[in-house]
């Protein structure tokens, strides 16, 4: 979500852009569109067809390639794109997306593709988009299973395993459930427990990076939570936790780069000094991570308005990243099937990176 509303009050947050109500709330887990055949046989001839372009929008945030080799790039405000290498397509809920703001993609096993939106789960199966029907609740931990951010306000998680999408809600905790009630009296009423990224580490847990409680783990069998003070997430900013990467050396990286950790499985975890205090930089120049991935033994860091930066473990180095001389906005850093890094901007296309910076990604 881009990052328009700032506050210094760090247990007043005000995270969402788009807000959603108590009856919203309500009605987010307790059903959808059903997967029917009257929406595919609607929208399978539109499929095909679809919309042509010659150039893509602006606001796209989300990259994707998919098993077959074509990009899908999704919008936050005007749906989704398709880019075979020769050809774009524009998608929309004129071709059945439940929405055209566009927050993940995911694939599965035998290549049907899913576009997480506020207004539940787009699958698309090569011909047509449904949408998913909510019809469970169960919390489990399957080697198959996607997961996705629920909508805005709502502190859900959705799991889909081939058959049912089940919509999940996140353990309470006492500060979870004080920051709730606070958030009750405001003009604007969030849940401290919305998640922003969900990352499945090299054993298989599931990391889930909230508004305001710091981050918690998910084993198949219990939870975990590391708040953001045991973080040392020391941003002013109404950030919360919106990346979380696993380095090579097993280390974790949340959203910042104050601090590496090192966690066990009994949740007992140590932390190390990050870029900042190994390299001198200034703080907040590196902090405030929106997005993350590593190629080897690099890991990029996208910033919301610092550009990107990388480090090897020695060395880091900065990559601005601008339009007419000014610092631009991300949203994501995303790396392809190929291994090249692409980025999602708020208002500035999509950019490619060439081996030695990222220009503005045009299709031939």
């Known amino acids: 979500m881009p990052l328009n509303i700032y506050i210094k009050n760090k247990e007043i947050r005000i995270t969402a852009i788009l807000i959603f109500t108590f009856s919203c709330l309500m009605t987010s887990c307790s059903g959808q569109s059903s997967d029917s055949k009257k929406n595919t046989d609607i929208f399978k001839e539109k499929m095909f067809k679809g919309d042509t372009l010659k150039e893509l929008g602006n606001n796209i945030m989300v990259v994707y390639q998919d098993t077959k080799n074509n990009y899908w790039f999704g919008s936050w405000e005007d749906g989704l794109y398709r880019y075979d290498g020769k050809t774009i397509l524009h998608f929309t809920t004129n071709e059945g997306l439940s929405q055209n703001k566009i927050v993940s993609i995911r694939e599965d096993s035998s290549g049907n593709l899913f576009f997480n939106t506020d207004l539940g789960i787009s699958k698309f199966n090569g011909k047509a988009f449904t949408t998913l029907n909510i019809t469970g609740a169960d919390w489990k931990l399957q080697s198959g299973d996607l997961w996705f951010k629920g909508a805005q306000n709502s502190g859900m998680v959705y799991r889909y395993d081939g058959n049912d999408l089940h919509c999940l809600k ?22 401290p427990y919305d998640v922003y990224t969900i990352y499945k580490d090299c054993k298989g847990n599931l990391w889930f990076g909230t508004a305001s409680l ?30 979380i990467l696993e380095d090579n050396h097993g280390k974790f990286w949340f959203s910042n780069t104050l601090h590496s950790y090192t966690i066990a499985e009994n949740g007992n975890f140590s932390k190390q000094n990050g870029i900042n205090k190994m390299i001198g930089f200034k703080k907040f120049d590196t902090e405030a991570i929106i997005s993350m991935t590593k190629d080897k033994n690099v890991i990029w860091f996208a910033t919301y308005n610092q550009g990107v930066w990388s480090y090897d473990g020695k060395q880091v180095k900065h990559y601005p990243i601008k339009s007419n001389d000014k610092q ?25 990176f060439n081996g030695k910076s990222f220009e503005k990604f045009k299709p031939s």
């Open 170 to 191: 996140l353990p309470e905790t006492e500060a979870g459930e004080k920051l709730l009630k606070q958030s009750s009296k405001l003009p604007f009423p969030y849940s």
């Open 214 to 243: 710091g981050v918690c783990r998910y084993n198949g069998k219990d939870f975990m939570w590391i708040t953001e003070k045991d973080l040392e997430f020391d941003v002013k900013t109404a950030f919360g936790i919106r990346s």
């Open 328 to 352: 631009i906005t991300l949203f994501s850093i995303y790396k392809d099937n190929q291994g090249v890094l692409w980025l999602g901007t708020h208002e500035n296309g999509i950019f490619k």
